[in-house]
């Protein structure tokens, strides 16, 4: 099955009662048992919902693995992934990284005995110095938020291997339309669902991915034990949102291609980001194990002035100025002050996330529209 293909069908079935070729919204917290333990594969809602399922298995599919989680949030998923751990583990991340990851990683599991490294992942060497007996795991994110830096997925999955560590990799930016990190060595996949899987800024969900059943074991144990999963109408809105990816994430990528185009030969823009421009750092590796380079763009001005950014980002259209990404309509962000504002001055700069910072989710609009939106922001500075 393709993968335009998957996106319809994979884990979809006619409701057998009524024939319904969509699936249905199974609205309930617990379901008929004919006898004691008799409750043919569900007894709870929280442990397991027929809408759910139906997306977990589709999610699985569509990144070319077994098993498929759901959870509350993306940050719910990542909750349950860390505590595959144990205090006193050590895990190595980047250094640019979500600032929702960031704090939960320090402000939550820090106290509980759990010590996270943040080094630039595309140094494989830099992380080949912190590894030592209580290294248990190798957190990636790529592109990574908002700076866009590309991690090679195959060298941090071996990495991973040859030290019998669990590979993650938060894939939200990329989506399984544009990268597979289970293809390509990883243990893990995790996604904020709230972005490019479900399109349309309406819910929030997060998931986890894997091959292994061992692994997913261990993760469902942990799903029905701490319970932040997804309601049966959120699985549902992904489920309709899943069916458009394919065709949404090339108008993103076209979209994308074009305003980069437009900042890199601005007089105001200092420096873009955007994986497919052949000045990014990375971006062979990009070409390599992506398929396009994906709907976010990042940009900082000349002068780096906070003043100017704000304005920029005040002053957009049809750039909405909000929180999130991801969704139909394009978003402006600006992370030193939004997205990024858990995370330390001293540190966010260091990796690029400075005070002129600009974040744009590119959407499905006539881009010219949007060329034009941006060009009457810049004149404003």
């Known amino acids: 099955m393709k993968f335009a293909t998957k996106t319809i069908h994979a884990g ?25 333990g008799d409750h043919k594969g569900y ?12 997306l977990e298995k589709n999610l699985a599919a569509l990144e070319n693995g077994k098993y498929g989680l759901c959870f509350g949030s993306g940050l719910a998923a990542i909750d349950s992934i860390i505590k595959l751990l144990n205090p006193g583990d050590e895990v190595i991340s980047t250094n640019d990284l979500y600032g929702g990851t960031y704090r939960i990683f320090t402000k939550i599991f820090a106290q509980y005995g759990i010590k996270f490294h943040f080094v630039g992942m595309d140094k494989l060497d830099d992380i080949k110095k912190i590894i030592n007996k209580k290294t248990k795991m190798l957190w990636a994110e790529t592109p990574t938020n908002p700076m866009l830096n590309i991690i090679d997925i195959s060298k941090i999955a071996a990495i991973a291997k040859k030290h019998n560590l669990i590979s993650v990799v938060d894939n ?3 989506t399984p339309f544009l990268q597979k990190p289970l293809d390509l060595g990883a243990d893990i996949v995790m996604h904020s669902l709230t972005k490019y899987m479900g399109g349309h800024s309406d819910v929030v969900m997060g998931a986890a991915i894997c091959k292994e059943k061992e692994i997913a074991e261990k993760l469902y144990f942990i799903q029905n034990s701490s319970g932040a999963i997804p309601g049966p109408m959120d699985a549902f809105l992904i489920l309709r949102g899943i069916k458009t990816l ?16 437009f900042l890199n030969n601005h007089s105001k823009v200092d420096k873009v980001y955007w994986p497919g421009l052949t000045s990014h750092v990375n971006h062979n590796v990009a070409k390599e194990q992506m398929e396009d380079f994906g709907g976010m763009v990042s940009f900082n001005l000349k002068g780096n ?61 006539d881009v010219s529209d949007l060329i034009s939106d941006l060009e009457k922001a810049l004149k404003i500075v």
């Open 246 to 261: 394919h065709l949404r994430m090339e108008r993103h990528c076209e979209n994308a291609k074009e305003i980069a185009t």
């Open 172 to 174: 939200t930016f990329a």
């Open 305 to 365: 002035n906070l003043k100017d950014a704000i304005k920029i980002v005040s002053n957009t259209h049809y750039f909405t100025l909000a929180e999130s990404l991801g969704g139909v309509e394009s978003l402006c962000g600006h992370p030193a002050s939004m997205t990024h504002a858990a995370i330390p001055k001293i540190e966010r700069e260091k990796t690029g996330v400075v005070d002129s910072l600009i974040r744009l989710s590119v959407g499905i609009e």
């Open 43 to 54: 007894e709870y809602s929280r442990t397991g919902n027929p809408t759910r399922t139906a």
């Open 12 to 36: 979809q079935e006619a409701d057998q009662t009524t024939g319904a070729i969509m699936t249905p919204i199974y609205q309930t917290s617990t379901y008929i048992q004919k006898s004691p």
